[in-house]
């Protein structure tokens, strides 16, 4: 059975950096992608950015590109999300997720088969 544990929302003023973490169990990844997506109140779930376990080829959604970075640490099965210049905007439950196989359609949520619960990232003006 595989989790994914997400950590390190919180409440932020805005131009400051949060770093989130996915911490997984229960399998070994090795062409898995990793991917974090965001969704906000009254709006579907998005993209945000993905890293291929083998490899670290990284992909980001044009709102975010820039200002967060997806990193993985491959002893610890763990992968972070450093935001950094944070809007208004992001505010959204961030979710931690992956697929056993990389897909050029990582960006869709239907493919991704295994979810975290989520963790919280407000940020205020």
Request: hydrophobic share 35%; net charge positive; aromatic share 16%.
């Amino acid at each position: 059975q595989v989790q994914l544990v997400e950590s390190g929302g919180g409440l932020v003023q805005a131009g400051g950096s949060l770093r989130l973490s996915c911490a997984a169990s229960g399998r070994t990844f090795s062409s898995d992608v990793l991917a974090w997506f965001r969704q906000a109140p009254g709006k579907e779930r998005e993209f945000v950015t993905a890293i291929r376990w083998s490899g670290g080829s990284t992909y980001y959604a044009a709102s975010v590109k820039g200002r967060f970075t997806i990193s993985k640490a491959n002893a610890k099965n763990t992968v972070y999300l450093q935001m950094n210049s944070l809007k208004p905007e992001d505010t959204a439950v961030y979710y931690c997720a992956a697929t056993p196989y990389y897909s050029s359609s990582y960006y869709y949520t239907q493919i991704y088969h295994y979810w975290g619960q989520g963790t919280q990232v407000t940020v205020s003006s």
